[in-house]
């Protein structure tokens, strides 16, 4: 019997058992029907210990990793060395100006409102001389990934006469799901982080909250190399200036291979983002009678985005089987199992991947590391 299986039976044992298990131990001979005297005496001791066959059953699960949750889970990582990722906050870029266009300066602090029901909160971070600023929303999570457009001031401003928000610099990321901590706490105890090994450098990757995954290819050039390859809280290719960011952290470009940075001494880290790559899929189907065929095409477009978006949150799982390297293929054959899923759909052939009628297997070496972007979606019937 395993924990989960002892707690399983433990749950088991409710008010009904044990109140049975109590009046089973009593005579025949005494009258032990509800409402008689030694009925209403066990009663309450039956529920008792029903509640503590409850709460013994929480404590079995919280002890163990594997079924352990929330804030009990939490302490099993600090046990093991690591902790939850907590979220972050999306940056974004702004710009601000007169009633005649004009450029209007802000000052770190001021604070900014999205237009909607339930406004997201900015504060300026960093101001500069041409009517920009950098923001971060004040709220933790991805709730403000998305938005993109005027702003209203709330710290007020004379001159200003419009705000709007141009360009998200940094995609925030949601609090780490107990399924991926936990996923992370198994995995570290056979592979422990040390010394400038994968582990170390996957590390020191997810204590910089702008990144989002991170591949490591050790070696990549000689002898002390490391090249990181990492992509932003959206499993986009990271922006320039989160490439720059992390190089300066991890190994800064002034004193290279020095240990200045999270680095040990005498490793020269290159950090880059993927190359994208992109798939345009052409698809050729066979409706039913009933079928709509606008919302058809809506489905399989909404399917296409999620199953891409699956295939990048898989992209730096490290295979085993290929030496710790990495490995993604995109199956025309589990697009077509998606296909037929869905509503109004009778029939359809195997899609086509960039015009060709093969899988595509995504490069992973040392030159290039290959990021799936869904392009154009092409139906016909």
Known sequence: MNPNELADELEAQNY???????????????????????????????????????????????????????EFLDYRAVEHGTSRYLATQTEVKAKFNDDD???????????????????????????????????????????????????????????????????????????????????RILKNDAWLAYGGNIADYLDMIHKISEVGAAQIYPVWAGSGTVKLVIVNNDLMPASPDLVKKVKNIIDPEDNEAQGV???????????????????????????TDQANKVAVEKGIKDMLNELFSELRKDWDTINATVGRGYSLSIYRSRILSKIMLIDGVADSQLPKLNGEDKDIHLIFSNEVSQLPILGEVTISE
Do not use: C
């Open 16 to 70: 009904d058992y044990w109140l049975d298990l109590m009046l089973d131990n009593v005579p025949n001979d005494i009258d032990k029907r509800e409402g008689s005297i030694i009925y209403d005496a066990v009663a309450p001791a039956a529920m008792v210990s029903a509640q503590q066959s409850l709460s013994l059953a929480n404590i079995i699960r919280e002890t163990y990793i594997k079924t352990a949750q929330g």
């Open 261 to 287: 940075g999270l680095a040990p001494i005498d490793h020269r880290v290159t950090v880059v983002a993927p190359e994208v790559l992109k798939v345009d899929v052409s698809i050729q189907l066979q409706l």
């Open 101 to 183: 266009g004009n450029p209007v300066n802000v000052e770190v602090g001021d604070r900014f409102a999205s237009i909607a029901e339930s406004p997201i909160f900015y504060t300026v971070i960093k101001a500069n001389d041409d009517g920009t600023a950098e923001m971060q929303a004040e709220e933790a999570g991805t709730s403000a990934n998305s938005y993109i457009g005027q702003v209203l001031p709330v710290t007020p401003n004379d001159n200003l006469a419009w705000a709007e928000i141009t360009e998200i610099i940094a995609p925030a990321r949601d609090a780490e799901t107990d399924d991926h901590l936990r996923e």
